[in-house]
């Protein structure tokens, strides 16, 4: 087997347990290298490290998927992952829809699997990965016996690792639109043309997180996407309850959500920018008891980390001025690079220049499907705030 050996000055992060391993950490390669194909990790000493699999067109080289000498990478290692992903997720309660494998976290690097139901969506995000990806399809049958399983590898991420963009069947064709259920209501789940694998998993806990302060109020939600936090918000009394996306498609789909669950008096929806319709509504001083971001990610590369946080800033300084005194801000961010710390900076340098005092009441971060390792970073990727404007 092709052997990769590191340089002694900068191998810690990998000691410690991080999967990944950039081209610039690696001495010599001993051995052919073939894309996508496995190979052992050594220390400048000669002691092995770990098994993964290479691809020199990446930025990663490496990603480990064992440290364990002794374990094969074949069919059958893919099949005792898979169902120990499974394990964990039954042991947390989540047994019809959550994330089944969140890459990384789960020793998958680069691999997505999200359970609806009795389907799955996978996504395959590295080339050593989608080389295994009959295994890991036929590991979920073996497990599940679904019926469906469904690829959304149209994410551009896939062009860095010099594999083309493509999405479609796993399975014998099937109905794509499907409807789940999450806290007591019902959703429509779009598998083929919903942003990511279809349907946002990782707010699934924090949706509950709103139904005290919701009750009996005015709701506004900004970038609203399908309408699963306005459609809690009926489901917990609110008194009324308007969402707002930039897409059409998007906001269609919200009110068949609230029709779904006879909310449709309650929850309206309109189609708007916005960040356009948050200036309009200060500069009409128009007022609610609680006010919902959770805009998509604003940026995916360092380079645009301040434009982000100023993005972050600007929303929610409109949103609190929108908000009754003893109003709730809810507020979320997904972008991976915007850390827990800096997301609080920014909403507290919102705050200053709005002049408000802020109680917190709650700050989350994914749900538990979607797990956290200490020693990577990236895991922790989604911030979810509660404050009372006091």
């Known amino acids: 087997m092709t052997k990769v050996f590191l340089k002694k000055q900068i191998q810690n992060r990998v000691l410690l347990g991080h999967p990944w391993i950039f081209g610039n950490e690696v001495a010599e390669i001993k051995g052919e290298v073939v894309p996508g194909d496995i190979v052992d990790v050594h220390t400048h000493q000669g002691s092995f490290l770990g098994r993964g699999y290479i691809n020199p067109q990446s930025q990663i080289l ?120 999450e806290n007591g209501l019902k959703f429509h789940v779009d598998i083929v043309n919903g942003q990511k694998t279809g349907y946002f998993l990782d707010q699934q806990d924090n949706r509950r997180e709103i139904r005290q302060i919701v009750k009996d109020a005015n709701v506004l939600e900004a970038f609203c996407y399908t309408g699963t936090f306005s459609c809690h918000a009926g489901y917990y009394r609110a008194k009324s309850v308007l969402g707002l996306d930039i897409s059409e498609h998007a906001v269609e789909t919200a009110r068949r959500n609230a029709e779904l669950n006879n909310l449709q008096e309650v929850c309206k929806f309109q189609a708007v920018n916005a960040f356009d319709q948050l200036k309009q509504y200060t500069r009409e001083e128009r007022k609610f008891d609680v006010v919902i971001l959770d805009p998509p990610a604003f940026t995916k590369s360092r380079e645009n980390i301040r434009k982000a946080v100023t993005g972050y800033k600007e929303i929610n300084l409109r949103g609190m001025k929108l908000l009754n005194q003893g109003g709730f801000l809810v507020t979320a961010s997904c972008t991976n690079l915007v850390s827990p710390e800096l997301f609080l900076e920014t909403i507290d340098a919102a705050a200053k220049d709005a002049k408000k005092r802020l109680r917190q009441v709650t700050f989350q971060t994914q749900a538990k499907d979607h797990p956290i390792l200490r020693n990577i970073e990236n895991t922790t990727y989604l911030k979810f705030l509660i404050v009372e404007i006091a």
Not at 150 to 166: A, C, F, I, S, T
């Open 62 to 181: 490496v990603r480990l998927l064992t440290r364990d000498k002794s374990e094969e990478i074949n069919p059958e290692f893919f099949y005792r992952r898979l169902l120990k992903c499974w394990e964990y997720r039954q042991k947390l309660g989540y047994v019809e829809n959550c994330r089944l494998v969140f890459g990384e976290a789960d020793d998958l690097p680069a691999l997505v699997i999200d359970k609806f139901n009795d389907y799955f969506v996978l996504q395959t995000l590295a080339l050593g990965m989608e080389k295994w990806k009959p295994a890991i399809v036929d590991a979920l049958n073996r497990i599940f016996s679904p019926k469906g399983i469904y690829e959304r590898n149209d994410v551009p991420v896939r062009e860095l690792e010099g594999m083309e963009q493509q999405k479609g069947f796993l399975s014998a064709p099937f109905d794509t639109n499907v409807i789940i259920n």
